[in-house]
């Protein structure tokens, strides 16, 4: 899966100087809600395939093997091959397996859940990366975000409803993916000192395409006829192309300028799902997805506050206490 908010963002790229906070370019923002609506557009996709009854991991497969050959086709990478060299490859191809269990799982998710729901639970993606920060990357949470990580767990509640009629394998699955990407942010954060970004979005496609290459024979399952192959083929494009707006949206704008934004792409996830699949979320899913973006949104808005506190900090100590605010 390939969303945004912290969600489907690429989060080794940042904005080029501190200034552009305060006045977000109108370019940013269109190139962010572009980049949600190219997401929609590949969620909706892999749905329509996998309930017409083609493969999850075939369909998983296909959109990574499309965004290799958009790379080589767009970045030409025999003109410049520093621009692939991996500081350490087994954590590039780690960080790709993450990258394709998010998609795995989401796409099986999607076999049962409305893409609302599936959407929703992804949203939860920032408080579990601002948990895992702490222990993983050393950048610890006050105590007011993870009473917003607190919240926003509850809205995953709602949304689920765990020991009720209602949940399902296809909210595990849809947990599993949110959970998958969290990691894959948090390498990203890590790995971003020292792997390139051209590097970062290869091998993140090439990795899964090549370790699932044995399983291809047994889960391929050919389209019907030339829309589903028109769709199937669309689905690198979509993730590639929207990462690539994200790119160039995080190279004008800082990330907390452009965080609220992402959120629009759950209004497209219900367009489709009701205009596409007859399907509109429940008040248990519009309920749960209102807590968590609004848990979200606010973790985004403390670490804005935190960075211009620890801008200002005279010393040491002081910034240390900022973090704790």
């Known amino acids: 899966m390939a969303t945004t908010a912290g969600i489907r963002t690429s989060p080794f790229v940042t904005a080029q100087n501190n200034s552009q906070e305060s006045a977000t370019p109108a370019s940013a923002i269109l190139l962010v809600i572009g980049a949600g609506l190219l997401f929609s557009f590949l969620d909706a996709s892999a749905k329509y395939l996998v309930l017409g009854g083609m493969a999850a991991p075939f369909v998983s497969w296909m959109r990574f093997a499309v965004h290799v050959v958009l790379f080589v086709v767009l970045f030409r990478p025999w003109?410049?091959?520093?621009?692939?060299?991996?500081?350490?490859l087994p954590l590039q191809v780690l960080r790709a397996v993450f990258l394709f269990g998010s998609t795995f799982f989401n796409f099986l998710a999607l076999n049962t859940l409305q893409l609302a729901q599936t959407m929703s639970i992804f949203f939860f993606a920032p408080m579990v990366i601002t948990a895992l920060a702490g222990p993983l990357l050393g950048e610890w949470a006050g105590w007011r975000r993870w009473l917003a990580i607190a919240a926003g767990f509850v809205g995953v509640l709602v949304i689920t409803r765990p020991g009720v009629a209602s949940f399902e394998m296809g909210h595990v699955f849809a947990l599993c993916s949110m959970l998958s990407y969290s990691f894959y942010v948090i390498m990203t954060r890590s790995m971003g000192a020292t792997e390139t970004p051209e590097s970062l979005?290869?091998?993140?496609a090439l990795a899964p395409v090549i370790l699932m290459l044995p399983a291809v024979p047994a889960t391929a399952s050919m389209p019907h006829g030339a829309l589903q192959w028109i769709i199937l083929l669309s689905l690198g494009f979509y993730g590639g192309f929207g990462h690539w707006l994200l790119i160039k949206a995080y190279r004008q704008a800082t990330t907390a300028a452009l965080a609220p934004y992402p959120y629009l792409q759950m209004v497209w996830m219900i367009c489709f799902g009701y205009v596409v699949f007859d399907q509109f979320p429940d008040r248990y899913t519009l309920g749960g997805a209102g807590i968590?973006?609004?848990?979200?949104?606010?973790?985004?808005?403390?670490?804005?506050?935190?960075?211009?506190k620890n801008r200002t900090a005279p010393n040491t100590e002081d910034e240390e206490l900022a973090k704790k605010l």
């Open 292 to 308: 968590i973006v609004a848990s979200g949104l606010y973790i985004v808005h403390r670490e804005h506050r935190l960075r211009l």
């Open 201 to 204: 979005i290869f091998y993140s």
């Open 79 to 88: 003109t410049n091959i520093r621009m692939l060299r991996a500081h350490s």
